[in-house]
């Protein structure tokens, strides 16, 4: 059974860190494109990173260029995102989603046919 868990959310001050993890089980991440998205009270959901099946590349949407970082372990079946600089505004639930492999270039385009796990919470305020 494919499975996706989410850790790492939690309350921080404006200009803290946070990395998330996202454990996989049930399928061989390695033939899998992982990507970040979050979700916001009433806005939409909005894709941040992705990071390609073996890690050689990876993507970043302009709002989180240079302050996130996505990273993967495949021998540990997880994939980080480290988090910096972080402010009120990245306040969301965020999920990692698997979208299979094709060539070694990713996007985080949402698709709801992606595995994708529960969320973890992160709130950023003083």
């Known amino acids: 059974q494919v499975q996706l868990v989410e850790s790492g959310g939690d309350l921080v001050q404006p200009g803290g860190s946070l990395r998330l993890s996202c454990a996989a089980s049930?399928?061989?991440?390695?033939?899998?494109?992982i990507y970040w998205f979050r979700q916001a009270p009433g806005k939409e959901r909005e894709g941040l990173s992705c990071i390609s099946s073996s890690g050689g590349n990876t993507y970043y949407v302009d709002i989180v260029k240079g302050r996130f970082t996505i990273s993967r372990d495949n021998a540990k079946s997880t994939v980080y995102l480290q988090m910096n600089s972080l402010t009120p505004e990245d306040t969301a639930v965020y999920y990692c989603?698997?979208?299979?492999?094709?060539?070694?270039?990713?996007?985080?385009?949402?698709?709801?046919?992606?595995?994708r796990g529960q969320g973890t919470q992160v709130t950023v305020s003083s």
């Open positions: 049930g399928f061989r991440l390695d033939y899998y494109d």
């Open positions: 989603a698997a979208t299979p492999a094709y060539g070694d270039a990713c996007l985080p385009l949402i698709s709801d046919d992606d595995s």
